[in-house]
């Protein structure tokens, strides 16, 4: 049943979806060790500093314009023969800066990667440019400037991803301002790590049509209320909940709790590796715990085409697709 669902992933970050089997490759590549961050077959982290840690390690392996489009390219081409008609990635200039490729040089690379995965599958993608809130507000501007200059038609958005506990939120609102301006879509990870007070400072100070995560906006009823009054969307990533130990089972989680009470949601893998996650999992997660149907986590597709970073004609495609 879910191998039949069509699927659409708003939220994973791009270097966050490079598997440990081709990180290795990169590393030989490099002559790297990954010892820190990969044993075996799998990444090794113990908590979000670590798994920041791995996944820096990871983005420094992907140095040339061949390397990000091999990677979109194979975890397009891997989620498009899980179903997958649509996905957004996260893109940072601030991890290609770091392993040395210009920011656009890296957004030439990752679109063809895209290209090369909607040829051979149908897959269509945009990207969203992230700031990283821990490098604090003057990367996180200098990242909402970049895309602001709209350096490529595939870039659709601007989010901040990194630790969200870090800094105020008000911090960074001109970044945002900056990319809204641009008319840019906006989302803004909050309501993960940090509590529902996060949720509501991101919708007060950035006023996002989506949010990374927001699960956490359960602890607090009225934001909840707000939340389906206001018709935000949340990017839920219930593998990555779990692997971050934000809920103990998916009993606990409050995606259905969420979805019960009006508010907007969607699934999506974020790290899928790191999670021990794919899209499809994500989808099974929800199904498994919450007895959904076919037609339901359809719903769920339709929800994230509909809040989709997209132009009008491809959207119309996308949902013709559901029909
Ligand atoms: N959360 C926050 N920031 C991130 C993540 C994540 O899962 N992955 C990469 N940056
Ligand atoms: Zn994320």
């Known amino acids: 049943m879910i191998a039949d669902v069509k699927k659409a992933e708003l939220h994973c970050h791009i270097e966050g979806a490079a598997s440990p089997e081709l990180v290795k490759a990169q590393a030989v590549k490099y002559g790297a060790d990954v010892s820190s961050f990969i044993a075996g077959d799998g990444y090794v982290w113990s908590d979000f500093t670590?798994?920041?840690?791995?996944?820096?390690?990871?983005?420094?392996?992907?140095?040339?314009?061949?390397?990000?489009?091999?990677?979109?390219?194979?975890?397009?081409?891997?989620?498009?023969?899980?179903?997958?008609?649509?996905?957004?990635?996260?893109?940072?200039?601030?991890?290609?800066?770091?392993?040395?490729?210009?920011?656009?040089?890296?957004?030439?690379?990752?679109?063809?990667?895209?290209?090369?995965?909607?040829a051979s599958s149908g897959i269509e993608c945009r990207m969203i440019v992230v700031g990283i809130r821990h490098l604090g507000a003057e990367k996180v501007e200098a990242a909402a400037r970049i895309a602001a200059d709209r350096?490529?038609?595939?870039?659709?958005?601007?989010?901040?991803?990194?630790?969200?506990?870090?800094?105020?939120?008000?911090?960074?609102?001109?970044?945002?301002?900056?990319?809204?301006?641009?008319?840019?879509?906006?989302?803004?990870?909050?309501?993960?790590?940090?509590?529902?007070?996060?949720?509501?400072?991101?919708?007060?100070?950035?006023?996002?049509?989506?949010?990374?995560?927001?699960?956490?906006?359960?602890?607090?009823?009225?934001?909840?209320?707000?939340?389906?009054?206001?018709?935000?969307?949340?990017?839920?990533?219930?593998?990555?909940?779990?692997?971050?130990?934000?809920?103990?089972?998916?009993?606990?989680?409050?995606?259905?709790?969420?979805h019960r009470a009006g508010v907007k949601v969607t699934l999506s893998s974020d790290d899928p590796p790191h999670f021990h996650s794919s899209i499809a999992h994500e989808y099974k997660l929800a199904a498994d715990a919450w007895g959904y149907d076919a037609a339901k986590l359809t719903g769920f597709t339709r929800t994230a085409i509909e809040a989709a970073f997209v132009d009008e004609p491809t959207r119309a495609i996308l949902l013709g697709q559901l029909a």
């Open 50 to 118: 670590e798994f920041l840690h791995a996944y820096d390690g990871a983005a420094a392996l992907f140095r040339s314009e061949e390397d990000y489009a091999a990677l979109a390219q194979s975890y397009l081409e891997g989620i498009a023969a899980e179903n997958a008609i649509y996905a957004e990635i996260f893109v940072s200039p601030d991890h290609a800066l770091a392993a040395g490729l210009s920011p656009e040089t890296y957004f030439n690379g990752l679109a063809s990667g895209i290209g090369a995965a909607r």
């Open 151 to 258: 350096p490529h038609p595939l870039i659709t958005g601007f989010g901040m991803a990194g630790e969200e506990r870090f800094g105020r939120v008000s911090d960074f609102a001109r970044a945002f301002d900056i990319a809204r301006d641009a008319g840019l879509g906006i989302t803004i990870h909050a309501g993960e790590l940090d509590g529902a007070d996060s949720v509501r400072n991101a919708l007060d100070h950035v006023r996002p049509s989506r949010i990374g995560h927001g699960v956490r906006a359960i602890e607090d009823p009225d934001l909840v209320q707000r939340l389906a009054e206001e018709g935000v969307v949340l990017e839920v990533c219930p593998g990555s909940n779990l692997a971050l130990q934000v809920f103990p089972d998916m009993a606990t989680h409050p995606f259905d709790r969420l």
